[in-house]
């Protein structure tokens, strides 16, 4: 049940505020159901798998050339695109490629792929989709920084989806999570109130998880070792804990197979760090070499990147253009 708080605290380790694709990637898969279509019939014009999919146009050094394509675009009766978590998935697809191919080329491709499936005004609409979206989520990064702490920052972002994506498509798209999290929240503040005698805080929990389906009841008995397994983490890095120690406090409170997989991503969560800080010390040092041309020096920091895959590069390029890079 653990292997839940173990991928958030890879998440963690990472940076919070990732995107969509690599947050999907952390958190168990009965966690976020999709998005039903909004407006029924609707038929997959551009889907993962089967002979609509093909392969998306690639560069020789595109870390997506010859894969499938990820993701769908839906579409109604009259054709109209349908701004489902499917279309967030494609969006993810594309997106993966920064740090290696600029927004430019990325959106490029996108059209590339969806003009022999779409007509000219549901593309338009896609497309400006798109556009909102890539601003999203690069405007959810530098909220999520700046945010006092983790209640701040989710509803900074949470008002951003709105205000950037209108209701409709904020609620497609981000509506599960958003449910998730508050569910997760509403039993927080349940456990932590000390007015609540023990009886009725146990009432409340049980009314609270009669709303949920099956499927969400066993995701919120996840999240709450997850809440647990966060909080304790935090607490090690305040204290600078060492690893013996962490370990052995983790196996009483989870057991030995969750405190090894912790263990694990401690580890990668330093390697992690400790690779950004020769990134960054690199990057400085190309940026301070006047001796370059432009051409030189794009090519010397196009090389930098090369030691990250697809992802990586992804939160690389959140970093850099975030001014959140280690310092000297």
Avoid at 73 to 83: I, K, L, S, T
Avoid at 131 to 138: I, K, M, Q, S, T
Avoid at 162 to 173: I, S, Y
Avoid at 300 to 320: C, I, K, P, Y
């Amino acid at each position: 049940m653990l292997a839940a708080a173990c991928a958030f605290a890879a998440m963690l380790a990472g940076g919070w505020w990732l995107s969509s694709r690599d947050r999907g990637s952390a958190i168990t898969t009965s966690a976020v159901t999709a998005v039903r279509d909004i407006d029924p019939p609707s038929i997959v014009v551009a889907s993962a798998g089967g002979p609509a999919t093909g392969t998306a146009a690639s560069s020789p050094s595109d870390s997506l050339r010859e894969t499938d394509v990820d993701g769908a675009v839906r579409v109604d009766a009259q054709g109209r695109p349908q701004p489902d978590r499917e279309l967030r998935r494609l969006f993810d697809y594309f997106l993966s490629r920064i740090g290696e191919q600029s927004p430019e080329a990325i959106r490029v491709a996108l059209i590339a792929h969806l003009q022999p499936r779409l007509a000219a005004d549901a593309l338009a609409t896609v497309l400006a989709w798109f556009d909102a979206y890539v601003a999203l989520e690069r405007d959810s990064v530098a909220a999520g920084h700046e945010a006092r702490d983790m209640a701040a920052a989710v509803a900074r972002v949470r008002s951003l989806r709105r205000e950037r994506l209108g209701a409709e498509l904020a609620q497609a798209w981000y509506g599960e999570e958003e449910r998730a999290y508050d569910d997760a929240l509403t039993r927080r503040r349940l456990l932590a109130d000390r007015s609540l005698d023990e009886a009725t805080r146990a009432r409340r929990l049980v009314e609270l998880d009669a709303r949920l389906d099956p499927q969400r009841q066993v995701v919120q008995a996840q999240s709450l070792e997850l809440d647990s397994a966060v909080r304790q983490s935090r607490d090690f890095e305040l204290r600078q804990v060492d690893a013996a120690t962490r370990y052995a406090e983790r196996e009483a409170l989870f057991g030995r197979e969750a405190a090894q997989r912790l263990a694990a991503l401690d580890a990668r969560k330093a390697q992690w760090q400790e690779r950004l800080r020769r990134y960054a010390a690199q990057r400085r040092r190309v940026l301070a070499d006047t001796a370059l041309s432009d051409s030189q020096r794009r090519q010397r920091m196009a090389s930098l990147l090369q030691g990250f895959d697809a992802n990586e590069r992804r939160r690389v390029d959140v970093l850099t253009r975030n001014g959140l890079l280690p310092g000297p």
